[in-house]
C-alpha cells in the first residue's frame, strides 16, 4: 500500500495519454463484457435447466394437445416421482407487443413438482380456494401495475372464452418472487386448470405439455424412451425431453456462440496488446531518468519491474471494471437490439483476469528494461 | 583516524563501440569520516566515474571501493541497491525530482524502502523538511518550486534516510550563484552540525570553497592537492 502514491503518480504523469490508454482499454472492455454476459448467460440457462424433469409433449408438435388420460399413465411410470399439467394460456396484453405468460396448472402437481418455486403455503391455498384465482410473478405484478385482489382480464392467444369473449378474467390471490433461474414455472402467471378447462370453447380435457420430475437425473435418457414407448402408436405419440436438452437444443440452435465471442473478443484484444503494448513502452521511454534515480535511491531491479507491472495492472484493472460497468448498463439495450432475452451471465471475473494477462503481457517489455537499466548510463543520457 | 571511504588502485573502462576507454587509472583515494570533499577537475577527467564508483552505482574494472572498510564492489547488485539505500543519500545537478510527486513524497521516497511505519516516515520526512527550510512548500510540486527549491528537496531526500555519506554531482550546477551559496551552505551546515560526510564534484572554484578538502582530477588521475580554507 505504500508504493500506491508512487504507482498512481507513475500512471498520471501524462493525464491525456492516461485518459486516452484508460478510455481504448474499457472500450474493449465494454464489448467484451456484453459478450462474456451473452454466453456466460446462454451457459447458465443450460447449467440451470434441470436434467431431473422432462418434457411429454405430443409428437407432432408443441401446440398439438394431449388427452389428460396421459397423466395416469405417466405417473405409473417407473422412476417418475411427480407429474404436473400444463396449458399454455400466454397473451398480447394492454397493447400489441407486449406478452404476458400464464399457464393453467394444478396447484398441487405444479407445487409437487417445481421445488424452486419461492410461493408460501398461504399463497398456493388461496389459488386453490379461488376458482377463478392467479399467482403473479413478482415483475410482471410490477410491471402492470397488479396488486392483490385485482381483476384482470387475460386474452390467451390460443383460446376463446365460452362466455363469447376472448377475455377470461382471473383474480389477482398472490404475488410471489420471480426466479429467473428457475425455468419451470419462475416467471409465469399461474392459473387453475380446472377454471379454464371449464372456460375454453376449444380443447376441455386436454394440455399442452406434461412435465415429469424423476428420481434419477441419470436415468433422464433411458426413462424418456420408456414414457415414449407407452405412447407408441397411439392417437398421440410423444415425444419427452429433458429441461437441459431442451436449453442445450435452444443454444445449439443460436450455432457456437462460444467460438464467435471468443473470436470478437480476441480480435479485440490482440489489437489492444499492440497499441497499450506501444503506448507502456512509450511511457516507460520517457521514464528512463526518473526510473534510474529510483535505482538510485536503492530500488531493486525487481522492485522497478514490480512497480511498472503494478502500475500496468492498476490502468488495466481500472479501466476494465469502468468497462464492464458500462456494458452492465449497456446489456439490457443491447439484448433489445438485436431481439434476445438472455439474462445476463457473470463477465467481471473473466473481465479482471483478462484485465491482469493483458497488463502482465504489455507490461512485460517496460518491466525487463526498467530491471535491466543501467543508472550511470540513463543519468548521463545514453 | 579510519577512512570513511577507501578507493585503492581502481581503474575504469569503458567500451565505447569496439574499443575500450579508460577513463581512471590506478586511482587511489581517502575520505575521512565528517570530511566534506571536492572533486573538481575538467570535463572528461573522470570526476563522476568517481563518484559514481564511491557511492555504488558503478563497478570499478579493478581495484577496490571501501566504505567504512565494506568493499561494496563485492556486493551484488541487489545487495548494492541496498547498500545504497542505507549508507548513501545522492544530490545531482538536475534536481531529479519525481515531477508528479509533491516535495514531502519525492524526500519520503527512500523511506518507502524501510520498515518505518508511515507516522515514522511522516516525522522523517517533516524533519528533513524543516532542515532545509521548505515546510510551507511540502504540497507542492517539483514544477511549483525554484531551482534552489528543488535542490533543497533532493537534499531533504539525500538526508532523510540519515545516510553515513552525501555524493553530490554539480549540486549548483544549475543555479544562480546567490542560490548556489544558499545550497552550499546547507551542505556545509550538514558536514558542520550533522556530520556528514560529503563528496561533491564541481566545476566552480567559489563553490568547491566551502569544502574543507578539494581534490583534482585530470584525466583520470588525482592531481596535487592545494590547500583550501574552509
Redesign the interface.
Request: with cysteine; charged share 20%; proline share 6%.
Given at each position: 500500500m505504500k508504493f500506491l502514491p508512487l504507482i498512481w503518480a507513475g500512471l498520471w504523469r501524462r493525464p491525456g495519454r492516461t485518459m486516452l490508454t484508460l478510455v481504448s482499454i474499457a472500450s474493449a472492455f465494454v464489448i467484451f463484457g456484453v459478450l462474456q454476459g451473452f454466453t456466460s448467460g446462454l451457459d447458465r440457462l443450460v447449467a440451470n435447466a434441470q436434467a431431473d424433469v422432462l418434457v411429454t409433449a405430443s409428437r407432432v408438435g408443441p401446440l398439438d394437445l394431449m388427452p389428460l388420460a396421459d397423466l395416469a399413465v405417466l405417473k405409473r411410470t417407473p422412476g417418475v416421482r411427480a407429474v404436473a399439467r400444463i396449458v399454455f394460456f400466454g397473451g398480447p396484453f394492454r397493447q400489441p407487443g407486449a406478452f404476458l405468460p400464464a399457464q393453467a396448472i394444478d396447484p398441487d402437481e405444479a407445487r409437487a413438482l417445481d421445488d424452486q418455486l419461492r410461493i408460501a403455503p398461504a399463497q398456493w391455498q388461496a389459488l386453490k380456494a379461488t376458482r377463478s384465482g392467479a399467482l403473479v410473478p413478482a415483475d410482471a405484478a410490477k410491471l402492470y401495475g397488479f396488486k392483490v385482489g385485482d381483476r384482470i382480464p387475460l386474452t390467451p392467444q390460443f383460446y376463446a372464452n365460452k362466455n363469447g369473449g376472448k377475455a377470461f378474467p382471473v383474480d389477482v390471490v398472490g404475488i410471489y418472487p420471480s426466479n429467473p433461474d428457475d425455468n419451470v414455472f419462475g416467471g409465469v402467471v399461474l392459473l387453475n386448470y380446472d377454471y379454464i378447462d371449464q372456460s375454453r370453447v376449444s380443447g376441455p380435457g386436454t394440455v399442452n405439455d406434461y412435465l415429469v420430475r424423476i428420481d434419477d437425473p441419470l436415468k433422464s435418457g433411458t426413462l424418456a424412451l420408456a414414457i415414449d414407448r407407452q405412447f407408441a402408436n397411439s392417437p398421440h405419440e410423444t415425444k419427452t425431453y429433458s429441461l437441459r436438452q431442451l436449453a442445450l437444443a435452444s443454444v445449439a440452435r443460436l450455432g457456437d456462440v462460444g467460438l464467435a465471442v471468443r473470436l470478437i473478443a480476441g480480435a479485440v484484444f490482440f489489437a489492444l496488446l499492440f497499441s497499450v503494448g506501444s503506448v507502456m513502452i512509450q511511457a516507460g521511454r520517457e521514464r528512463i531518468v526518473e526510473l534510474a534515480v529510483l535505482k538510485t535511491l536503492g530500488f531493486g531491479d525487481a522492485a522497478l519491474a514490480a512497480l511498472t507491472i503494478a502500475e500496468a495492472v492498476l490502468l488495466c484493472l481500472a479501466a476494465a471494471i469502468a468497462g464492464l460497468l458500462i456494458s452492465t448498463a449497456l446489456y439490457p439495450v443491447v439484448m433489445k437490439t438485436i431481439h434476445f432475452n438472455v439474462k445476463a451471465g457473470p463477465a467481471l471475473p473473466a473481465g479482471l483476469i483478462v484485465a491482469v494477462l493483458l497488463a502482465l503481457v504489455t507490461a512485460t517489455i517496460p518491466a525487463w528494461r526498467a530491471a535491466r537499466l543501467s543508472i550511470v548510463d540513463a543519468l548521463a543520457g545514453r | 583516524m579510519e577512512p570513511l571511504v577507501s578507493v585503492r588502485r581502481a581503474i575504469k573502462r569503458y567500451k565505447r563501440g569496439s574499443e575500450s576507454v579508460e577513463v581512471l587509472h590506478n586511482l587511489d583515494l581517502d575520505v575521512a569520516p565528517g570530511e566534506f570533499l571536492a572533486l573538481m577537475g575538467p570535463s572528461g577527467s573522470g570526476k563522476?566515474t568517481l563518484l559514481?564508483l564511491i557511492?555504488g552505482?558503478?563497478r570499478p574494472t579493478e581495484g577496490q571501493v571501501l566504505v567504512a572498510g565494506e568493499p561494496i564492489d563485492d556486493l551484488s547488485?541487489?545487495e548494492l541497491?541496498?547498500w545504497?539505500?542505507?549508507h548513501v543519500g545522492?544530490v545531482?545537478q538536475f534536481y531529479?525530482l519525481?515531477?508528479?510527486?509533491s516535495a514531502e513524497?519525492n524526500i519520503e521516497?527512500?523511506l518507502?524502502?524501510t520498515n518505518l511505519s508511515?507516522a515514522q516516515?511522516k516525522r522523517s520526512v517533516a524533519s528533513a523538511l524543516e532542515l532545509v527550510g521548505l515546510t510551507d512548500r511540502r504540497k507542492h510540486k517539483p514544477s511549483e518550486l525554484s531551482g534552489g527549491q528543488q535542490q533543497r528537496v533532493a537534499i531533504a531526500?539525500a538526508i532523510v534516510t540519515d545516510p553515513t555519506l552525501l555524493v553530490c554531482d554539480e549540486p549548483t550546477g544549475d543555479l544562480d550563484r546567490e542560490t548556489a551559496e544558499e545550497i552550499l551552505g546547507l551542505l556545509q551546515l550538514l558536514n558542520r552540525e550533522q556530520g556528514k560526510t560529503i563528496i561533491m564534484v564541481t566545476h566552480d572554484p567559489k563553490a568547491a570553497e566551502f569544502a574543507s578538502r578539494v581534490v583534482h582530477l585530470d584525466k583520470g588521475a588525482l592531481a596535487a592537492e592545494p590547500a583550501v580554507a574552509a
Amino acid at each position: 500500500m505504500k508504493f500506491l502514491p508512487l504507482i498512481w503518480a507513475g500512471l498520471w504523469r501524462r493525464p491525456g495519454r492516461t485518459m486516452l490508454t484508460l478510455v481504448s482499454i474499457a472500450s474493449a472492455f465494454v464489448i467484451f463484457g456484453v459478450l462474456q454476459g451473452f454466453t456466460s448467460g446462454l451457459d447458465r440457462l443450460v447449467a440451470n435447466a434441470q436434467a431431473d424433469v422432462l418434457v411429454t409433449a405430443s409428437r407432432v408438435g408443441p401446440l398439438d394437445l394431449m388427452p389428460l388420460a396421459d397423466l395416469a399413465v405417466l405417473k405409473r411410470t417407473p422412476g417418475v416421482r411427480a407429474v404436473a399439467r400444463i396449458v399454455f394460456f400466454g397473451g398480447p396484453f394492454r397493447q400489441p407487443g407486449a406478452f404476458l405468460p400464464a399457464q393453467a396448472i394444478d396447484p398441487d402437481e405444479a407445487r409437487a413438482l417445481d421445488d424452486q418455486l419461492r410461493i408460501a403455503p398461504a399463497q398456493w391455498q388461496a389459488l386453490k380456494a379461488t376458482r377463478s384465482g392467479a399467482l403473479v410473478p413478482a415483475d410482471a405484478a410490477k410491471l402492470y401495475g397488479f396488486k392483490v385482489g385485482d381483476r384482470i382480464p387475460l386474452t390467451p392467444q390460443f383460446y376463446a372464452n365460452k362466455n363469447g369473449g376472448k377475455a377470461f378474467p382471473v383474480d389477482v390471490v398472490g404475488i410471489y418472487p420471480s426466479n429467473p433461474d428457475d425455468n419451470v414455472f419462475g416467471g409465469v402467471v399461474l392459473l387453475n386448470y380446472d377454471y379454464i378447462d371449464q372456460s375454453r370453447v376449444s380443447g376441455p380435457g386436454t394440455v399442452n405439455d406434461y412435465l415429469v420430475r424423476i428420481d434419477d437425473p441419470l436415468k433422464s435418457g433411458t426413462l424418456a424412451l420408456a414414457i415414449d414407448r407407452q405412447f407408441a402408436n397411439s392417437p398421440h405419440e410423444t415425444k419427452t425431453y429433458s429441461l437441459r436438452q431442451l436449453a442445450l437444443a435452444s443454444v445449439a440452435r443460436l450455432g457456437d456462440v462460444g467460438l464467435a465471442v471468443r473470436l470478437i473478443a480476441g480480435a479485440v484484444f490482440f489489437a489492444l496488446l499492440f497499441s497499450v503494448g506501444s503506448v507502456m513502452i512509450q511511457a516507460g521511454r520517457e521514464r528512463i531518468v526518473e526510473l534510474a534515480v529510483l535505482k538510485t535511491l536503492g530500488f531493486g531491479d525487481a522492485a522497478l519491474a514490480a512497480l511498472t507491472i503494478a502500475e500496468a495492472v492498476l490502468l488495466c484493472l481500472a479501466a476494465a471494471i469502468a468497462g464492464l460497468l458500462i456494458s452492465t448498463a449497456l446489456y439490457p439495450v443491447v439484448m433489445k437490439t438485436i431481439h434476445f432475452n438472455v439474462k445476463a451471465g457473470p463477465a467481471l471475473p473473466a473481465g479482471l483476469i483478462v484485465a491482469v494477462l493483458l497488463a502482465l503481457v504489455t507490461a512485460t517489455i517496460p518491466a525487463w528494461r526498467a530491471a535491466r537499466l543501467s543508472i550511470v548510463d540513463a543519468l548521463a543520457g545514453r | 583516524m579510519e577512512p570513511l571511504v577507501s578507493v585503492r588502485r581502481a581503474i575504469k573502462r569503458y567500451k565505447r563501440g569496439s574499443e575500450s576507454v579508460e577513463v581512471l587509472h590506478n586511482l587511489d583515494l581517502d575520505v575521512a569520516p565528517g570530511e566534506f570533499l571536492a572533486l573538481m577537475g575538467p570535463s572528461g577527467s573522470g570526476k563522476t566515474t568517481l563518484l559514481n564508483l564511491i557511492g555504488g552505482l558503478d563497478r570499478p574494472t579493478e581495484g577496490q571501493v571501501l566504505v567504512a572498510g565494506e568493499p561494496i564492489d563485492d556486493l551484488s547488485g541487489g545487495e548494492l541497491a541496498k547498500w545504497r539505500s542505507r549508507h548513501v543519500g545522492f544530490v545531482f545537478q538536475f534536481y531529479n525530482l519525481m515531477p508528479t510527486l509533491s516535495a514531502e513524497r519525492n524526500i519520503e521516497l527512500p523511506l518507502l524502502l524501510t520498515n518505518l511505519s508511515r507516522a515514522q516516515r511522516k516525522r522523517s520526512v517533516a524533519s528533513a523538511l524543516e532542515l532545509v527550510g521548505l515546510t510551507d512548500r511540502r504540497k507542492h510540486k517539483p514544477s511549483e518550486l525554484s531551482g534552489g527549491q528543488q535542490q533543497r528537496v533532493a537534499i531533504a531526500r539525500a538526508i532523510v534516510t540519515d545516510p553515513t555519506l552525501l555524493v553530490c554531482d554539480e549540486p549548483t550546477g544549475d543555479l544562480d550563484r546567490e542560490t548556489a551559496e544558499e545550497i552550499l551552505g546547507l551542505l556545509q551546515l550538514l558536514n558542520r552540525e550533522q556530520g556528514k560526510t560529503i563528496i561533491m564534484v564541481t566545476h566552480d572554484p567559489k563553490a568547491a570553497e566551502f569544502a574543507s578538502r578539494v581534490v583534482h582530477l585530470d584525466k583520470g588521475a588525482l592531481a596535487a592537492e592545494p590547500a583550501v580554507a574552509a
